[in-house]
């Protein structure tokens, strides 16, 4: 049977937009996952009886893809031509010197055991390959704090798989609504973002960064299950991603997942309110089951529709 603490680069695929940062400015590689398509994700409208009351369009995404998937069709065309405005994770991450400047503040420290000690001695053998292919040297890497470690050697395997933060929906999405002169805000900062793995017990750190090692060898078979899950919109499939490996943790999926999506609620609640129709886009693990984001504003009183 398959180790369940894999598919954990695929669950972080799902959560974190800031994985991949600098994937962009990589040259662009052959993608080794099959990209389905043409895809129909996930996507709600949310609307209320209050008078004078707006809309929220929900989409879950992929926070980076290959070069080509089809994810774009007649539905969301309409969704985003009825949005004033486009809402994602966060913003700014255009701007590479600030961003590495915020994961340098909060992901190095002095005084840190070497990372290798930070891992199961069954590890070392992942730890090895996957730390080989970063460019930072070894006494780099061990300066940095456990969680900072683990998203680098993360981002590093999501480009080795041809995966590119520069095709991922967020970037394609803010691309549009930028060519119709339409705003683009965030429902968190670049550093509420890294603060959320920053504030991380080191244990739970190390749980994130020894998952991601035993993922090494199964990455490309779970990048190739997350982007046809995704591509059918089979939210269920998603829902599965978001129960097992490091979201067993208690306090990995209270950080990750589930408070955010209750502020995120609050937040699309106060939009539709507002009387704002806007396009919120956010990973596809925070839209899946009982406690994704349309289920959430349907509690709420809101009436949210799956249109696709």
């Known amino acids: 049977m398959r180790n369940r603490t894999a598919m954990t680069l695929y669950r972080l695929f799902l959560l974190i937009p800031l994985l991949l940062i600098g994937a962009c400015s990589q040259a662009e590689r052959e993608a080794l996952v099959t990209i389905p398509g043409p895809g129909k994700p996930a996507l709600w409208k949310v609307t209320s009886d209050k008078p004078g009351s707006g809309t929220a369009y929900i989409f879950g995404t992929v926070h980076a893809l290959p070069p080509g998937t089809d994810w774009q069709g007649p539905v969301l065309d309409k969704a985003i031509a009825d949005s004033h405005s486009l809402i994602t994770e966060v913003t700014g991450l255009d701007d590479k010197n600030a961003t590495a400047a915020i994961f340098t503040q909060m992901g190095i420290s002095k005084g840190l055991p070497a990372l290798d000690k930070r891992i199961a001695a069954d590890l070392l053998d992942e730890f090895e390959l996957a730390t080989g292919k970063i460019a930072a040297p070894a006494h780099a890497m061990n300066t940095m704090e456990t969680w900072a470690a683990a ?61 991601i090692l035993r993922d090494y060898n199964d990455a490309r078979a779970d990048m190739q299950l997350l982007l046809d899950r995704w591509m059918r919109g089979d939210t269920d499939g998603l829902l599965e991603s978001t129960q097992e490996g490091i979201m067993a943790s208690p306090k990995l999926r209270a950080v990750l997942l589930d408070n955010r999506n209750r502020r995120w609620a609050d937040q699309a609640a106060a939009m539709i309110d507002s009387g704002r129709k806007v396009f919120i886009a956010v990973g596809a693990a925070h839209v899946a089951g009982k406690d994704g984001l349309p289920a959430l504003l349907a509690t709420k009183g809101y009436r949210a529709e799956r249109i696709q």
């Open 151 to 211: 998203l680098t050697i993360a981002r590093s395997m999501g480009g080795d798989l041809g995966l590119n933060s520069a095709f991922g929906v967020e970037a394609v999405l803010a691309q549009r609504f930028r060519a119709m002169d339409r705003p683009h805000g965030g429902l968190e900062t670049i550093t509420q973002q890294f603060g959320y793995f920053d504030s991380l017990p080191e244990a739970e750190q190390r749980i994130m960064l020894s998952a």
